[in-house]
Nanobody, 125 residues
Framework: QVQLVESGGGLVQAGGSLRLSCASS????????MGWFRQAPGKAREFVAS????????YYADSVKGRFTISRDNAKDRVDLQMNSLKFEDTAVYYC??????????????????WGQGTQVTVSS
């Protein structure tokens, strides 16, 4: 079992930045690909970014490419999402997720094994 806890959400003006963190406990963190998803009110949960077990490979949704950066620290069992140039449409609850395996282009929600409780990000226009 893997437990994931997100932090770092909040209210920010459009054009601003936020850094989300996800702390993991339980099974060996470095065995898991990690990802960030988000869910806006009335919408389905969607893929944002993912990173492979070593941190050498990353993958992004087109909507955040060039603005968001995912990174991980296996020594601290943590994955971060640096969000820059935030837009109103980035407003959502952001979830950290983990999956066993090497593939990071898996954007389908049901194929990820573990989830955090989410952290709210609100971007004011």
């Amino acid at each position: 079992q893997v437990q994931l806890v997100e932090s770092g959400g909040g209210l920010v003006q459009a054009g601003g930045s936020l850094r989300l963190s996800c702390a993991s406990s339980g099974r060996t963190f470095s065995r898991y690909a990690m990802g960030w998803f988000r869910q806006a009110p009335g919408k389905a949960r969607e893929f944002v970014a993912s990173i492979n077990y070593s941190g050498a490979s990353t993958y992004y949704a087109d909507s955040v490419k060039g603005r968001f950066t995912i990174s991980r620290d296996n020594a601290k069992d943590r994955v971060d999402l640096q969000m820059n140039s935030l837009k109103f449409e980035d407003t959502a609850v952001y979830y950290c997720a983990a999956r066993l395996g090497s593939g990071i282009t898996i954007t389908t929600v049901r194929l990820w094994d573990y989830w955090g409780q989410g952290t709210q990000v609100t971007v004011s226009s």
